[in-house]
């Protein structure tokens, strides 16, 4: 602690201590004492700027993975009180990664993945450009079976960007679940779709399941090269 610190308030000292933790020009044992500093004090703005380590990343790996396992160790062991810091760093955040990964560990598998729903909800509602974090959080969820994975995941297929849309679509195959039949039937029908693996994908989901279509002309005019229909299904030519 600086000489001056003393005559800072707590606040004003939180906030110091994490623009040391997420300076990358500074000295690794600074950034260390500011970590532990905020995981001592414990509160939860002290909490959630003890997070946000997680969004910046050093240019030496090895070095930033120690020092986040190091963040990461002072949020577990600090239990409940994390809770609803990583959940507001998460609204936020750029990477979601390792927060999900401890959100996981101290609340349970069920919760984040009701964490993770909540979270696309509100990425639906942005109006940015900035697709990644969807397309992190989806691809997190394909691992995953939950009852609302499939209407979490329905919307995203018409997003504006492919690997959204993709991701989406894999969420949905991963469900094991009839439910995610008509909306995938929708990608075949959508004739404006430009992605051709995204298509093919879904293609191949609905001769792997023998799912039979509803709009049959529909898929007649929008199928990928190489597959048609016949008895109400969709065949891949031979």
């Known amino acids: ?17 994490q623009r040391t933790l997420t300076n990358r020009d500074v000295q690794p044992e600074d950034r260390d004492a500011a970590a532990r500093w905020l995981a001592a004090n414990g509160k939860p703005k002290a909490l959630v700027a003890l997070v946000t380590r997680f969004d910046m990343n050093l240019e030496n790996q090895l070095k930033d993975k120690n020092e986040k396992e190091v963040v990461y160790g002072l949020l577990d062991a600090a239990g409940p009180a994390a809770i609803r810091p990583i959940e507001r760093h998460l609204e936020k955040c750029k990477q979601v990664a390792i927060p999900l ?16 729903v909540q979270l696309l909800e509100a990425e639906r509602a942005k109006d940015d450009f900035k697709p990644q974090k969807k397309v992190d959080l989806l691809v997190w969820l394909v691992d995953r079976r939950h009852s609302h ?17 993709y991701a989406a679509m894999e969420v949905m195959a991963a469900q094991q679940d009839d439910a995610a039949r008509i909306p995938l039937e929708h990608v075949l029908r959508n004739q404006a779709e430009e992605s051709n693996r995204l298509r093919i ?3 191949e989901l609905f001769v792997h399941r023998r ?8 898929v007649i005019a929008g199928a990928p090269p190489g597959y048609q229909v016949r008895d109400g299904r969709l065949t891949a030519d031979r």
């Open 211 to 218: 799912w039979p279509l509803t709009d049959v002309d529909g």
């Open 201 to 203: 994908r879904v293609a």
């Open 101 to 116: 990964k401890l959100y996981v560990e101290l609340q349970g598998e069920t919760a984040a993945v009701e964490k993770v």
């Open 1 to 17: 602690m600086g000489f001056f610190d003393v005559f800072l308030n707590e606040e004003a000292r939180i906030q110091k201590n």
């Open 149 to 165: 994975a499939i209407s979490a995941a329905t919307p995203f297929l018409e997003d504006f960007d492919e690997n959204v849309r």
